[in-house]
């Protein structure tokens, strides 16, 4: 007998909605429960059942956690670098990978497809619901969730694939009369407008949701859906692009489009300011005193200014720190929509725990890490670059004798430093690299590094110190377990309390949260009003949160580059920048910065030089090569899809 678990979001009360599914000759999965039972209507007669159905429409979405597998679009492009060579985001990146043979987990097409003909089936008949047990409005709301849920399997085809094929109803498939017509990008995004619109007239406010159902979706998360949709589709890869004007369809119509529309940019903005307009949601911050360590804010003018209008008075540190790190603010002000997925606590705690701990499995830790070029995107504590610093609070050279005054206080192993490192004890423990030094509060909330303590259950030694130098106990040995290969781990969704590989604490994982509400309402509202002050007001609260200066007004071309270097550093590792690099069509940038990196998501990829023991280890080094070509902007549709069947189904150009 197989269980289906569809874990639904939640902390200590999460709705865990199980299906029990049996069938004589075969175990059924989520999607075969709809489709193998003998009489569909019999399905409705007991509230069991109908939650049961129910649940298996949401039996498809993306295990999110899972960066070095099943969704490895975190672990892709110039953001991760994966811990061993078989891992999916290292086959992304170097572009090993082609209609035929991509790995069957990554094969969204049909997975979704399979999602989308579930909930078609559920709207279909769940009307036929008749159990005396259920209240008054109880179907309509699953209802509503469906819904969302089939929009939502869409948007994520419309991200992957381009244009999808619509299908919104169950389809005989024997008769063979089936749909195989990709619909217009125009057509896709209309048809998901509409859906979302329709689906959040009946999902709740998130305020109304059951503390037991925590986690479905509400009305703002159809609204986030459908900004994030609309902010797609004006992005420069789909609006305007003259290098897809000759995809087009049986008809010879451009699926894409013809010509640039600004107006697109100006639904986006729209889109996004009726979420921010809802007064639902807020930057989540902590006080600046309140029983423990402040961290100071670095040197420079305004940083004495109250939060929200500045960035005194909250501690940014613990405020970032604590959006993905579980704990007492789990559930907090700032997420819209957040899910809880199998094995997620393992899956985001093993991403950056040090495989020495002594609570530690030496199997799955070092999946993915971070690359240099991400590291050298974060800022200075004083909100500047590390170009513009480079040489004085910046150092890009060997180790440190100095702490930095506010985020490694004293000799950084003492409790009111909160980044523990111990650094002057070089000759016992590893000394951190100058170049992690002085660095903002997202930093050290996102990237572990060499040196860096983790917590620990031992009265000799409370922190471990990871050492990430060849044949160490963390660091890189030529056998079969991942390894860090950057010298740079992931820890934002470490606690500072954790003491197990598991996670001390529930992770969070967020899908939507306010933080890129605001980034994305800038953006759209930048390439259609530049000059507008939202751009900057709500740029600027994102800033001071991480405990930043704000920006002055700059042209258009300055404030899309300052927008996008935040959206790398606040968004790092919650699966938004490999879309966005392909959405802006700066994905096959290769232009290189003056540390080497390419700004787009091929060419050399620096790192630690993880391969040595010796003081070398500390040098920026080339460890790998990412490619990218033209047609990796879309995956390719699957081989036997386009050529078994669905007929004559339009492949993405180049493959």
């Given at each position: 007998m197989k269980y289906l678990a569809i874990k639904i979001f939640g902390f200590m009360t999460a709705l865990l909605l199980v299906a029990n599914l049996l069938s004589c000759k075969k175990y059924?999965?989520?999607?075969?429960?709809?489709?193998e039972v003998n009489n569909l209507n019999d399905i409705w007669n007991s509230r069991k059942d109908i939650r049961q159905a129910w649940a298996a429409c949401y039996g498809d979405l993306p295990n999110f956690t899972?960066?070095?597998?099943?969704?490895?679009?975190?672990?892709a492009g110039d953001e991760g670098h994966a811990g061993l060579d078989t891992y999916a985001p290292l086959l992304l990146s170097q572009n090993k990978y082609n209609s035929d043979n991509l790995p069957g987990e990554l094969n969204y097409w049909t997975k979704f497809y399979k999602a989308i003909r579930t909930c078609n089936l559920f709207l279909e008949n769940s009307h036929l619901a008749?159990?005396?047990?259920?209240?008054?409005?109880?179907?309509?709301?699953?209802?509503?969730d469906v819904r969302f849920l089939r929009a939502y399997y869409y948007s994520l085809l419309l991200e992957i694939y381009g244009p999808f094929v619509i299908v919104d109803k169950t389809v005989d498939y024997a008769s063979g009369n089936y749909p195989t017509k990709r619909a217009s990008l125009q057509q896709c995004v209309d048809f998901l407008v509409a859906e979302l619109d329709k689906a959040g007239q009946d999902l709740p406010r998130q305020a109304d949701i059951l503390s037991s159902d925590l986690g479905r979706p509400s009305k703002a998360v159809a609204m986030a859906t459908k900004a994030?949709?609309?902010?797609?589709?004006a992005s420069p890869l789909v609006n305007g692009n003259p290098e897809y004007n000759s995809f087009v369809d049986s008809e010879g119509k451009p699926f894409f489009g013809i010509g640039y529309d600004q107006g697109k940019w100006a639904k986006a903005a729209a889109a996004y300011k009726e979420i921010i307009n809802l007064n639902q949601y807020q930057l989540f911050t902590l006080p600046a005193n309140n029983g423990y360590q402040t961290v100071p804010l670095g040197d420079f003018p305004g940083n004495n200014v109250p939060w929200p209008n500045g960035p005194a008075n909250i501690d940014p540190y613990r405020s970032f720190k604590a959006l993905f790190s579980g704990g007492n603010d789990y559930w907090n002000s700032e997420v819209i929509w957040q899910v809880s997925r199998p094995n997620q606590n393992y899956n985001l705690t093993a991403l950056g725990w040090p495989r020495g701990h002594k609570a530690s499995n030496a199997l799955y830790t070092g999946r993915i890490s971070v690359t240099q070029k991400i590291v050298d995107g974060f800022f200075m504590n004083n909100g500047r670059t590390i170009e513009e610093e480079n040489q004085k609070l910046y150092k890009d050279v060997s180790t440190s004798r100095e702490a930095d005054g506010l985020y490694i206080l004293g000799d950084g192993s003492n409790t009111s430093s909160p980044v523990h490192t111990n650094f002057l004890n070089g000759n016992v423990y590893p000394?951190?690299?100058?170049?992690?030094?002085?660095?903002?509060?997202?930093f050290y909330a996102t990237i572990g590094f060499h040196g860096r303590g983790f917590k620990q259950d031992d009265k000799t030694?409370?922190?471990?110190?990871?050492?990430?130098?060849?044949?160490?106990?963390?660091?890189?040995?030529?056998?079969?377990?991942?390894?860090?290969?950057?010298?740079?781990?992931?820890?934002?969704y470490i606690n500072d309390g954790d003491m197990r590989i598991e996670g001390s604490f529930e992770k969070q994982y967020p899908v939507y949260r306010l933080a890129e509400v605001y980034l994305s309402y800038?953006?759209?509202?930048?390439?259609?009003?530049?000059g507008n002050p939202d751009i900057l007001k709500y740029l600027n609260l994102v800033r001071y949160r991480a405990g930043l200066p704000g920006y002055s007004q700059g042209s258009k071309e300055d404030v899309r580059k300052w927008i996008k270097r935040e959206r790398l550093v606040e968004l790092a590792f919650e699966g938004k920048r490999y879309f966005d690099m392909r959405r802006w069509k700066d994905a096959e940038d290769t232009q290189r910065d003056v540390w080497g990196n390419s700004a787009g998501v091929g060419g050399s990829v620096y790192g630690m030089n993880y391969k040595v023991t010796?003081?070398?280890?500390?040098?920026?080094?080339?460890?790998?090569?990412?490619?990218?070509?033209?047609?990796?902007?879309?995956?390719?549709?699957?081989?036997?899809?386009?050529?078994?069947?669905?007929?004559?189904?339009?492949q993405n150009p180049g493959w």
């Open positions: 059924l999965d989520a999607e075969e429960y709809l489709h899972e960066l070095h597998s099943s969704w490895p679009f975190s672990g008749n159990d005396k047990l259920l209240k008054t409005g109880e179907v309509l709301g699953y209802q509503a994030r949709i609309l902010l797609w589709a000394a951190v690299p100058n170049r992690v030094l002085n660095r903002e509060a997202r030694d409370p922190y471990y110190y990871v050492d990430y130098r060849a044949e160490t106990a963390d660091g890189y040995i030529q056998t079969d377990r991942p390894s860090v290969r950057t010298g740079y781990s992931i820890v934002k800038a953006e759209a509202l930048n390439e259609t009003e530049p010796d003081i070398s280890f500390y040098d920026r080094t080339i460890i790998d090569g990412y490619s990218f070509k033209k047609k990796n902007y879309f995956f390719p549709l699957p081989y036997v899809e386009v050529s078994n069947h669905w007929g004559e189904l339009i």
